[in-house]
């Protein structure tokens, strides 16, 4: 049978042996490719060698969209910015010439200049990567710090930044995210791993919850039992009996 390259130009098939024809189409939803003329199957399990269009949510269900990273809300332009890899290689994995390495720090330089050119810019880069680290060193789920960081930038919106130190409503805002996730940090454990004092903190936890109308509700102790529990070493009993405690309580 003669053999053909079909419109792809990248696999062969063969033509038709009912009616002779060489038009194909190929079907990516059931990986076949098949006659234009007579709808026999002339190959299996063929590769779709388009662009990706699928994503998966939380729970694993697939989604109709672009694939990529999603944007969040932890990067100053919400990651939707290209970014130049620093590992000096072709995509061959050779290394660059030291023209080409030259060329590329000039690329890179002026990257970073173009994502960050304004003040705001700036200030957002600042604070959000002051977020990263404190809920880094906290130990902090992603859906804290992204929760902190719209936080944060609905206070930049409001003009609350201004006259206060970065790192204090970073600090707050990291302190109220963990709160409305339920995962409580205590302010002493959050100014632990700030570069500010416990009342700074405080203070701008007060100004982001008065100008921002944010209500939270009291903590559960029984959220603390299992963190400290393991940090003084107590058995698995003793920490039933202080949760059973504080329920009666």
Request: proline share 3%; net charge positive; charged share 35%.
């Amino acid at each position: 049978m003669k053999s053909i390259k079909d419109q792809g130009g990248t696999s062969e098939v063969s033509v038709c042996s009912s009616c002779r024809e060489n038009s194909t189409i190929r079907d990516y939803q059931q990986n076949v490719v098949i006659c234009a003329n007579c709808g026999r199957v002339l190959k299996e399990g063929i590769k779709d060698r388009g662009p990706e269009w699928r994503e998966f949510d939380e729970e694993g269900r697939e989604k109709k969209s672009r694939a990529g990273p999603p944007s969040t809300e932890t990067i100053h332009d919400k990651g939707l910015s290209t970014q130049i890899d620093w590992k000096n290689r072709d995509g061959k994995g050779k290394s660059l010439s030291p023209e080409s390495r030259s060329r590329m720090y000039r690329l890179r330089k002026w990257q970073r200049r173009v994502r960050i050119s304004g003040s705001e810019d700036r200030n957002l880069a600042t604070a959000l990567s002051e977020i990263n680290r404190i809920s880094s060193q906290l130990a902090l789920p992603r859906k804290v710090r992204e929760s902190a960081s719209k936080l944060y930038r609905e206070a930049v919106s409001e003009d609350l930044i201004r006259g206060r130190s970065i790192e204090s409503v970073s600090s707050a805002a990291v302190y109220i995210a963990s709160r409305k996730n339920q995962i409580p940090r205590t302010l002493d454990e959050i100014a632990e791993v700030s570069r500010i004092d416990k009342s700074d903190i405080t203070k701008g936890y007060r100004i982001l919850t008065r100008e921002l109308d944010i209500q939270l509700s009291p903590v559960d102790p029984s959220r603390y039992v299992a963190r400290f529990g393991s940090e003084l070493g107590l058995s698995g009993e003793a920490r039933t009996k202080a949760i059973d405690l504080i329920r009666k309580s």
